[in-house]
């Protein structure tokens, strides 16, 4: 938040120049698309009276800016409680309209009544610079592309099949944590749970996608310093993706080259990074022989597919930098807040304990992925509540409306953002995680249950 203020102390000026030249200009140019940008209607005054409702105390240049405190979700939410209706509310931040949704109905219009229409993802200046122009899926604007890269992923990479035949990577990982569990508890010693959960489903997605070098099956110092190092830039990338771009909220700023290419130099060096590493991951999968279908990790998979899709290596990139980001803190912040709810919940760590010696064969150390598939009813419930009280993001991605609309009675210009708040999904009657995968851009995948995994049903 400091840092918040302190970009729009020291730009303020520069950005009023902006602006104020910009106004200038529209004042001359007869307005023809309405609300510019995307296949939309004309806007008219009507619409206007139609808008959702927006809070009090929105300031010349910044709108609502200073109303989002450090903790977006919890700022958005109490100003949608506080002025919204029918859980909707509209900011403007900065230059940029914003939607806010924050109930059930709301939810269930923006991602499925109007799925289409608000499938695509605003514009960002770090992404762009991070995957090579929102190269990837999560990112990547509605369009060709991104359908050609969301088959990829869903067909190919995330495919029932291909995350079965990577199990065996995952349970060798488990034993290797528990392991170390074991000798801590040996020695007495403490066990920072983050820092643990974090580094095993480091590994676990970095044997997945990369395979050959994870800390455990190369055995030696060159995997675990690879695997750091993916951890650190998958931190950097949520540092600089989940933060405050003052270039995405004031986009005419972007035209002053010197001013964008200061703003965006942490992004630059953070991208120069991921390539070194990437190339060498790419170069290494490229000269081996193995076979994508059978042991093959994901690079080998999209490595093959590369030709049939016609994906530059840029785009491989990219899409391989969401498969190592997508999953590691989604998957370590439920696994850790499962942990805390088991313990702050004695009497259901009892059942659940017994619900899973009761389904594990006598003998066997570890439940297997197999004992999942139809057993362990009272697990797969601890895991949905924890998602429930703890959502790992609690805003979805957020979306881009592409033409005109109206949500349960307002009109929702073209080119405004929405952001929901994610929990709401859950609530919409039917939307559970295996619908998600119904509505064009939100999907859900649980690491530790392939077997639902919904991208598949
Ligand atoms: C417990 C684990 C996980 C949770 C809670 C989770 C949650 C989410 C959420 C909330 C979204 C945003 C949906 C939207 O805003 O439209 C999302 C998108 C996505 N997730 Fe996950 N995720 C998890 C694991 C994974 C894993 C393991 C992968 C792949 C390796 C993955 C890949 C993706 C991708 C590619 C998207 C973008 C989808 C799109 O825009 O079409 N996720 N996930």
Redesign the pocket.
Known sequence: MAQQLLYLIFIFPLLLLVLLRRRRFASRTPNKSGDGGGPCRQRSHDDDNHLPPSPPGELPIIGHLHLVGSHPHASLRAIADMHGADGLVLLRLGEVPNLVVCSPSAAEAVLRTHDHAMASRPHSVVADILLSGSSD??LAPYGEYWRQA?KL?TTHL?SACKVRSLRRGREEEVRLVLAEVGEAAAARAAVDVTELLGAFVNDVVCRAVSGRLSAFSAGHQEGRRRNRMLRELIEGNAALLGGFTLLDHFPSLAKVGALTRMLCARATRHKKRWDVLLDQIIDEHAASSRSAEEDGDLVDVVLSLQQEYCLSREQVKAILM??YA??TD??SI?LEQTMVELIRNPHVMTRLQAEITSNTPKGQKMVKEEDLMNNMAYLKAVVKET?RLHP??PL??PRITMEHCDVNGYTIPAGTVSSST?GLSAEIPGHGTRQMSSCR???????VAPTTHPLTT
């Open positions: 899926v999560a969301r992923v995330l969401d498969m997508a999953g989604t998957s439920v998602l790992p993001a979805l991605l994610h851009r939100g999907f859900f995948i649980i690491l």
